[in-house]
Each structure stands twice: as C-alpha cells, then as structure tokens.
C-alpha cells in the first residue's frame, strides 16, 4: 500500500528526512513516534504533496507520489487528519464532512455546495461512525475540541480515501477525550480497510491502539516492529537523551530490539 525508499527532505541547511526505507500494508494501523523535529511531520507532508521531498522513491496505492501529475489523484486517494482540526467553523457539522466530498464532484458542484443524496447519505453515515449524528444541523463551532476533531475524521472517511495521514490528531486534547478519539479513528479505519498513518507523541496511546509503531529520532528510522517489542531500550533510541556536542553529527546506531521491515508490501 505505502513504499518509501531512501526518501530525503531538506530545509536550507537541515536534513530533515535522511534515507527512509518503510513500508506499509494495506488496512495497517501505523503509529509513528519521535520527538519533536525528528522528521514526523515531513513525512506525512512528502506523502500527501503538501511537501516535495528531495529524493528517494514513495509510492501510495500505486501512485507516484514523487510525480507532480499524480497530485489530483493522490489527493483524492489520500485524507488527511489534522491536529487543529481545521474546520469551517460557521458551517455546520454536516456541511463540513460533506467538504470531503469536494475531489469527487464537479468543479462548478464544488464551487456551489452542491451535493447528491448519496453524498448526503455517505456524510451522515460518516458522522454515525463518530457518534455525532444528532450534531448534522449544528454549527461547527459550538463543538467542543473532541467534537471537532471527530467531525474531522468524519471528513476524511467521506473522502472514501485508501490512505488516511493523521498529523498530531489528539494533541490538543485531555486524555480522556484523547483516547475516545482515537478509538473512533481506529474503529472506523478498521471497518473500512483504510490504512492510517498516525503521528503521535503519547507512547501509551501508541501501544494501545498502533498495530505497528515506526520511531524517528534526527531524521532517521531507529525502530520498527509491534508494539509489544517496543521496551524501554527502544524508547531511549527514540527519545534520545540531550546530545554532548561531539555527538552531534553521528547517525544513530541499530540496537538489538529494532526490526525494519515489520510491514507487508
């Protein structure tokens, strides 16, 4: 479903992404974990286009996502989960799910909100999956933050994507209302077959819901394999401790509980 070789990202000066190698099965629940700038966001940006990565090879359900001809359908072939959950906040919950809709329909359709019964049908049962049905008729803005951040995930399964990139998505949110969103997230992708992609930076909500957990420390793949491998050993390689400046430009090193390749191509 997703394969990634040896793919770089710079910016100006900083090597952000160096020589990723990962590949990903289709219906895989993958969390990826990192410190903040360890390349988890770029990652997910190269694989939607939001940023063109320098080099190396990424292809998602078949597509080139290296090839600027291929962006429409990439777009339309992957859905994106974002931490603030950008919604219009003064349309309604529904208005906003249909938005996924968008790459499927007309130009002038989208230009006029226009949108079939099956579009409609598709949306709210898109919002029944996330519990938020009865919340169709209300303005976006009324939710709460968890509310919203469901309503986002409603859009992105109405794109009816085969990729689902979900950036930081439960960050902003307590730990309660956390982990009831990532219980729809994972729910509702498992019943569709939809394959996920999720940046987190909580280590508990990884291991409970990721059925795979990718770690990213300096821009490099330092660990990849189930949850149930990821110990403490692996976690210091991930989550590194303050480097002493002669350390600053060694590549960290392979330690026995890492295994590349965990995924099915």
Known sequence: MIRVRSLAKDYADNAVLKGIDLDIGAG???VVLGQSGAGKSTLLRCMNRLAQADSGELQIAGID???AGQQRELRRQVAMIFQHHNVVPRLSVLKNVLTGRLGSVSTLASLLQLFSRS???LAMNCLEQVDLQHKACARTDSLSGGQMQRVGIARALAQRP???LADEPVASLDPKTARRVMQYLRDATRELGITVVCNLH?????REFGDRIVGLAHGRLVFDSQRE???EACLQRIYPQAERPSDANQAPVAVPCMQIGGGIA
């Open 229 to 231: 491998t990821l110990d």
């Open 202 to 206: 909580q280590v508990d909500l990884a």
């Open 65 to 67: 996502a290296m090839g």
């Open 28 to 30: 895989e629940f993958v």
């Open 119 to 121: 579009d409609v049908a």
């Open 162 to 164: 085969k990729v689902i």
